[in-house]
């Protein structure tokens, strides 16, 4: 332990030595007492007896300790009474400091937490948080971009040719729905998936081929 921990001890500490030596002299008050009553009984007792001899003036003598004693006795109890209350104020007093701490650390949580969860500063964030999803959308049309555009290829008129074509072929009218038989033709179709399974049939066939030659 440090120079100054010895010379300025906590005060959490300097309570609980406080409360345990009052609490120390309360007992010592109670052991007094009982001391006290017991010395007032006998002195009672001894007071019937000097009566009984006929000894009124000793019964007087006796009966003077008994009320001595008495007032010793009540004398400690109002002391004992006094600490007691005093103690229960610190105990009680010390609850409600300890109480005011952990509210106040609960407080300044909550207003840190307020602070970083505000309604104007989520506002904030939600905004700016639209602003960078409409920022990064741009960002992906402009590199998309319009092949028409980006190529430099105008086909306004081959479009015009194509509607025209389709008008004639439906009499007229334009499609409001694509039939089955208008789906778009793909780059990549099932013809050379096809095409592939047929020249494998037919390398079999002149693997066959020679194999019946070789026999022959």
Excluded: C, W
Excluded at 45 to 56: S, T, Y
Excluded at 190 to 197: I, P, W, Y
Excluded at 207 to 216: A, C, F, S, V
Aim: proline share 3%; net charge negative.
């Amino acid at each position: 332990m440090g120079l100054k921990k010895k010379l300025f001890p906590r005060k959490g500490k300097e309570k609980d030595d406080l409360i345990a030596k009052s609490k120390g002299h309360i007992h010592k008050l109670n052991m007094m007492n009982k001391n006290y009553t017991k010395r007032a009984e006998i002195s009672r007792k001894n007071a019937k007896i000097a009566l009984k001899r006929g000894e009124k003036d000793r019964a007087k003598n006796y009966l003077v300790q008994y009320k001595a004693y008495q007032a010793k006795v009540d004398r400690s109890n109002n002391i004992r009474l006094k600490i007691e209350r005093q103690i229960q104020a610190i105990e009680e007093g010390m609850l409600i400091s300890q109480t005011g701490d952990v509210m106040g650390g609960i407080r300044d949580e909550l207003e840190y937490i307020a602070t970083k969860a505000s309604p104007t500063k989520v506002a904030e964030i939600a905004e700016d948080s639209e602003a960078y999803v409409s920022e990064i959308e741009e960002a992906a049309e402009i590199l998309a971009g319009d092949p028409e555009i980006d190529l430099a290829i105008d086909v306004t008129d081959e479009l015009n040719k194509l509607e025209t074509e389709m008008l004639l072929d439906q009499g007229g009218t334009m499609p409001e729905i694509p039939s089955d038989d208008l789906q778009y033709i793909p780059e990549f179709d099932e013809l050379e998936e096809e095409a592939g399974v047929k020249s494998k049939d037919q390398l079999k066939d002149e693997i066959d081929k020679l194999r019946k030659e070789l026999q022959g």
